[in-house]
Protein backbone atom coordinates (compact mmCIF):
# COMPACT_ATOMS: atom_id res chain seq x y z
CA UNK A 1 0.00 0.00 0.00
CA UNK A 2 1.66 3.31 -1.45
CA UNK A 3 2.01 6.47 1.45
CA UNK A 4 -1.04 8.03 -0.03
CA UNK A 5 -3.66 4.80 0.27
CA UNK A 6 -2.30 4.73 3.78
CA UNK A 7 -3.46 7.77 4.45
CA UNK A 8 -7.03 7.62 2.77
CA UNK A 9 -7.30 4.77 4.52
CA UNK A 10 -6.72 5.72 8.30
CA UNK A 11 -8.90 9.04 7.04
CA UNK A 12 -12.05 6.65 5.99
CA UNK A 13 -11.83 4.45 8.88
CA UNK A 14 -11.81 7.44 11.12
CA UNK A 15 -14.77 8.88 9.17
CA UNK A 16 -16.58 5.44 9.19
CA UNK A 17 -15.49 4.82 13.24
CA UNK A 18 -16.83 8.34 13.81
CA UNK A 19 -19.98 8.03 12.47
CA UNK A 20 -20.80 4.92 14.60
CA UNK A 21 -19.53 6.90 17.61
CA UNK A 22 -22.11 9.77 16.54
CA UNK A 23 -25.08 6.99 16.50
CA UNK A 24 -23.96 5.45 19.49
CA UNK A 25 -23.80 9.17 21.40
CA UNK A 26 -27.40 8.69 20.44
CA UNK A 27 -28.20 5.50 22.02
CA UNK A 28 -28.25 6.42 25.72
CA UNK A 29 -29.59 4.58 29.01
CA UNK A 30 -30.87 5.92 32.10
CA UNK A 31 -29.08 4.01 34.79
CA UNK A 32 -30.40 2.57 37.89
CA UNK A 33 -28.60 3.96 41.15
CA UNK A 34 -27.84 7.10 39.00
CA UNK A 35 -29.40 10.41 38.86
CA UNK A 36 -31.47 10.69 35.76
CA UNK A 37 -28.86 13.49 34.04
CA UNK A 38 -26.57 10.88 33.71
CA UNK A 39 -26.55 8.39 30.80
CA UNK A 40 -24.62 5.60 29.89
CA UNK A 41 -23.78 5.27 26.22
CA UNK A 42 -20.83 3.23 24.50
CA UNK A 43 -19.51 5.89 22.19
CA UNK A 44 -16.22 5.45 23.31
CA UNK A 45 -15.86 2.08 21.28
CA UNK A 46 -15.23 3.31 17.87
CA UNK A 47 -12.50 5.62 19.36
CA UNK A 48 -11.26 3.17 21.36
CA UNK A 49 -11.05 1.16 18.31
CA UNK A 50 -9.10 3.63 16.45
CA UNK A 51 -6.70 4.21 19.03
CA UNK A 52 -6.42 0.32 18.89
CA UNK A 53 -5.63 0.51 15.16
CA UNK A 54 -4.50 3.18 13.70
CA UNK A 55 -3.05 5.25 17.17
CA UNK A 56 -4.09 7.32 19.75
CA UNK A 57 -4.66 10.93 17.69
CA UNK A 58 -6.77 9.05 15.79
CA UNK A 59 -9.08 7.99 19.00
CA UNK A 60 -9.17 11.85 20.23
CA UNK A 61 -10.19 12.65 16.54
CA UNK A 62 -13.19 10.25 16.60
CA UNK A 63 -14.16 11.43 19.76
CA UNK A 64 -13.94 14.94 18.44
CA UNK A 65 -15.63 14.54 15.26
CA UNK A 66 -18.79 12.54 17.25
CA UNK A 67 -19.15 15.50 19.67
CA UNK A 68 -18.73 18.30 16.75
CA UNK A 69 -21.67 16.53 15.23
CA UNK A 70 -23.67 16.04 18.57
CA UNK A 71 -23.34 19.62 19.11
CA UNK A 72 -26.32 20.29 16.29
CA UNK A 73 -28.37 18.11 19.11
CA UNK A 74 -27.44 19.11 22.40
CA UNK A 75 -29.33 19.84 25.32
CA UNK A 76 -26.45 20.75 26.94
CA UNK A 77 -25.32 23.77 25.51
CA UNK A 78 -22.16 22.23 24.42
CA UNK A 79 -21.09 21.56 28.42
CA UNK A 80 -21.74 17.37 27.83
CA UNK A 81 -20.21 17.43 24.60
CA UNK A 82 -17.17 18.93 25.99
CA UNK A 83 -16.72 16.87 28.96
CA UNK A 84 -17.36 13.78 27.02
CA UNK A 85 -14.48 14.39 24.85
CA UNK A 86 -12.17 15.35 27.65
CA UNK A 87 -13.38 12.11 29.43
CA UNK A 88 -12.71 10.09 25.74
CA UNK A 89 -9.00 11.61 25.39
CA UNK A 90 -8.27 10.79 28.35
CA UNK A 91 -9.28 7.43 28.18
CA UNK A 92 -8.32 6.42 24.58
CA UNK A 93 -4.90 8.18 24.96
CA UNK A 94 -3.23 6.14 27.73
CA UNK A 95 -5.15 2.91 26.17
CA UNK A 96 -3.63 3.54 22.91
CA UNK A 97 -0.59 4.65 24.04
CA UNK A 98 0.22 1.23 26.48
CA UNK A 99 -1.01 -0.40 22.97
CA UNK A 100 1.26 1.21 20.62
CA UNK A 101 4.37 -0.58 22.98
CA UNK A 102 2.78 -3.65 23.60
CA UNK A 103 1.00 -4.83 20.27
CA UNK A 104 -1.01 -7.99 21.87
CA UNK A 105 -4.00 -8.47 23.39
CA UNK A 106 -2.40 -7.99 26.81
CA UNK A 107 -1.29 -4.70 25.97
CA UNK A 108 -4.46 -4.23 24.70
CA UNK A 109 -5.96 -5.33 27.71
CA UNK A 110 -3.61 -3.31 30.25
CA UNK A 111 -4.08 -0.11 27.95
CA UNK A 112 -7.52 0.07 27.91
CA UNK A 113 -8.21 -0.88 31.31
CA UNK A 114 -5.50 1.54 32.16
CA UNK A 115 -7.21 4.03 29.80
CA UNK A 116 -10.41 3.39 31.74
CA UNK A 117 -8.81 4.26 35.26
CA UNK A 118 -7.64 7.54 33.83
CA UNK A 119 -10.88 8.39 32.28
CA UNK A 120 -12.36 7.88 35.87
CA UNK A 121 -9.83 9.57 37.85
CA UNK A 122 -10.03 12.53 35.92
CA UNK A 123 -13.93 12.70 35.91
CA UNK A 124 -13.86 14.20 39.27
CA UNK A 125 -11.52 17.53 38.95
CA UNK A 126 -13.25 17.88 35.63
CA UNK A 127 -16.38 17.86 37.03
CA UNK A 128 -16.14 19.61 40.45
CA UNK A 129 -13.79 22.49 38.99
CA UNK A 130 -15.67 22.75 35.37
CA UNK A 131 -18.86 20.80 34.48
CA UNK A 132 -21.22 21.07 37.73
CA UNK A 133 -19.84 24.58 38.09
CA UNK A 134 -21.35 25.65 34.57
CA UNK A 135 -23.65 23.53 34.81
CA UNK A 136 -24.94 25.20 38.61
CA UNK A 137 -25.58 28.37 36.27
CA UNK A 138 -28.73 26.77 35.20
CA UNK A 139 -30.10 24.80 37.87
CA UNK A 140 -28.95 25.38 41.93
CA UNK A 141 -25.91 22.84 43.15
CA UNK A 142 -29.24 22.30 46.14
CA UNK A 143 -30.68 20.73 42.90
CA UNK A 144 -28.29 19.08 41.71
CA UNK A 145 -26.68 17.37 45.02
CA UNK A 146 -30.52 16.60 45.53
CA UNK A 147 -30.48 14.07 42.98
CA UNK A 148 -27.76 12.30 44.71
CA UNK A 149 -29.53 12.53 47.86
CA UNK A 150 -32.62 10.87 46.53
CA UNK A 151 -30.74 7.68 45.95
CA UNK A 152 -27.65 8.14 48.90
CA UNK A 153 -29.00 10.92 51.51
CA UNK A 154 -26.45 10.68 53.40
CA UNK A 155 -24.18 12.68 50.63
CA UNK A 156 -23.82 16.19 51.78
CA UNK A 157 -21.36 17.74 48.88
CA UNK A 158 -20.65 17.53 45.55
CA UNK A 159 -17.08 16.01 45.70
CA UNK A 160 -18.77 13.06 47.15
CA UNK A 161 -21.21 12.87 44.92
CA UNK A 162 -18.60 12.37 42.06
CA UNK A 163 -16.49 10.41 43.91
CA UNK A 164 -18.86 7.95 45.31
CA UNK A 165 -21.36 7.69 42.18
CA UNK A 166 -19.29 8.90 38.99
CA UNK A 167 -15.83 7.84 39.34
CA UNK A 168 -17.12 4.47 39.68
CA UNK A 169 -19.85 4.62 37.21
CA UNK A 170 -17.45 6.24 34.72
CA UNK A 171 -14.78 3.64 35.24
CA UNK A 172 -17.45 1.18 34.93
CA UNK A 173 -18.32 2.75 31.83
CA UNK A 174 -14.64 2.21 30.46
CA UNK A 175 -14.60 -1.40 30.81
CA UNK A 176 -17.95 -1.66 29.62
CA UNK A 177 -16.15 -0.05 26.47
CA UNK A 178 -13.58 -2.32 26.90
CA UNK A 179 -15.16 -5.78 27.17
CA UNK A 180 -17.49 -4.71 23.95
CA UNK A 181 -13.80 -3.48 21.99
CA UNK A 182 -12.49 -7.13 22.94
CA UNK A 183 -15.43 -9.11 21.20
CA UNK A 184 -15.21 -7.13 17.53
CA UNK A 185 -11.90 -5.93 17.74
CA UNK A 186 -10.49 -9.11 15.89
CA UNK A 187 -13.78 -9.65 13.36
CA UNK A 188 -13.14 -5.85 12.32
CA UNK A 189 -9.40 -6.01 12.33
CA UNK A 190 -9.22 -6.75 8.55
CA UNK A 191 -11.37 -3.91 8.12
CA UNK A 192 -9.64 -1.34 10.49
CA UNK A 193 -6.07 -2.31 9.38
CA UNK A 194 -5.63 -3.14 5.20
Do not use: W
Not at 125 to 132: A, C, K, T
Amino acid sequence: MSRSQAKTHKLVVTAMLSAAATVLMFLEFSVPLMPPFIKLDISELPALLASFSLGPGYGVAVCLIKNLINLTHTSTGGVGELSNFLLGAAFVIPAGLVYRKRKNRQGALTGSVVGAAVMAAVCVPLNYFFIYPVYAMFMPMEGIIGMYQLILPVVDNLLQCLVIFNMPFTFFKGLLDVLLAFLIYKPLSPLLHR
